[in-house]
């Protein structure tokens, strides 16, 4: 399938498993712990902070998930995770009450197992499977690349995102040892060459998607006893923060995404600039896709009945046991968001229901 191996042991799911794509919303109290006051020592901050993850997995258990995640409650920026695996960086808050992370000096490993540790704190607190989550190469390079900050140490974008190449390879091979279910690559890069206008911007964007493709590959590459997945971010956080939300179907990356070394594809496709299920015919058929059916728009709760109708447009082109069901992102666009967790659970036990409904119906 993905050019031989072992076989890799994942906990046994049920038809249509559920799950969060990765990041939950943080409540008022869990923000102030991460950006608050600077001087609780390390003892008192990691106590409240494991009961805080406690939380999260309660919640995602109780709505009835599948595969779990701790919500990414731990980390400082969703992305600037690479920070804590790696030294060379800077970090600050930008105007909106963002962390930005820039690098400024060749990268050195920092922390390894960073990511492995949240895994392993998971697996205490659940029996359910668990995903872990980190960013993809490319997307380090969008987000964290300066031309002026960061030349002296990276002159170029592309080998400041090949230095991050074995930091994050290092860590997948530390998550399979700590025996994760899942690892999850983000990738909103990739996906921003769905978009004319962003493709406009580019002399050439399929290279650029290619670069991005070869990166994530590097980090996967033979990398066994794992399921290894892609996320495919349209910036649904868009939805949420303001930014710019992009447009056009998957059509101009399908050649990139095929030549993708994972087994699991995770695709946006509840708001109608995502384009036509018919894409899938064009993707591998040893693809498993994780379908975006639950709307992460705040205020707007998508009903069972909506749910079960997406995947059943998907199921006119797929298998079912090729479908996962996930909202279309993570659920908490940016570390300093404000989202309503009550209002996430209600998705969650729709998305379970949902999944209840399609097992009785295709099962």
């Not at 994942?10 to 600077?38: C, H, Q, Y």
């Not at 400082?76 to 690098?103: C, M, N, Q």
């Not at 050439?204 to 997945?229: C, H, K, W, Y």
Request: net charge negative; charged share 25%.
């Amino acid at each position: 399938m993905l050019g031989g191996g072992r076989d890799f042991q994942v906990k046994t799911l049920p038809l249509f498993p559920t799950s969060v794509v990765g990041s939950m919303p943080r409540p008022a109290w869990v923000r102030e712990l991460i950006n608050g006051d600077s001087d609780i020592d390390e003892s008192d901050y990691r106590r409240r902070m494991d009961s805080a993850i406690r939380s999260v997995i309660a919640l995602q258990e109780t709505a009835g998930l599948d595969v779990l995640t701790d919500g990414e409650w731990g980390r400082k920026s969703y992305i600037g995770v690479i920070a804590e695996l790696a030294s060379g960086f800077e970090l600050s808050v930008s105007e909106d009450g963002r962390p930005w992370t820039v690098v400024t000096e060749r990268l050195a490993p920092r922390q390894p197992g960073f990511i492995a540790r949240e895994v392993a704190q998971v697996k205490q607190l659940t029996d359910s499977a668990v995903k872990a989550t980190l960013p993809s190469p490319a997307l380090l390079g969008e987000r964290m690349w300066d031309p002026v900050q960061s030349a002296a140490a990276y002159p170029t974008r592309e080998s400041f995102v090949e230095a991050c190449v074995p930091i994050l390879r290092n860590e997948v091979e530390l998550l399979r040892d700590e025996g994760v279910a899942i690892v999850q690559i983000d990738d909103p890069h990739l996906c921003l060459f769905v978009d004319p206008e962003v493709r406009a911007g580019y002399d050439d964007p399929d290279r650029a998607a290619d670069f991005s493709v070869e990166m994530t590959n590097q980090v996967v590459e033979g990398i066994d006893d794992v399921r290894l997945a892609v996320h495919l971010c349209r910036r649904a956080g868009a939805r949420v923060r303001g930014d710019h939300a992009h447009h056009g179907g998957y059509g101009p990356i399908l050649a990139a995404l095929n030549r993708l070394r994972v087994h699991h594809l995770t695709m946006e496709f509840t708001a109608p600039q995502a384009g036509d299920m018919a894409v899938f015919g064009d993707l591998r058929d040893d693809f498993e896709i994780g379908l975006g059916c639950v709307g992460c728009q705040p205020g707007k709760i998508d009903s069972v009945e909506e749910i079960v109708g997406r995947v059943e447009a998907a199921l006119e082109f797929l298998d079912a046991s090729r479908i996962t069901l996930n909202p279309d992102c993570g659920f908490a666009p940016g570390s300093a968001a404000e989202v309503s967790l009550d209002e996430v659970f209600l998705k969650l036990c729709n998305e379970v229901e949902a999944a209840r409904r399609l097992r009785e119906q295709h099962g």
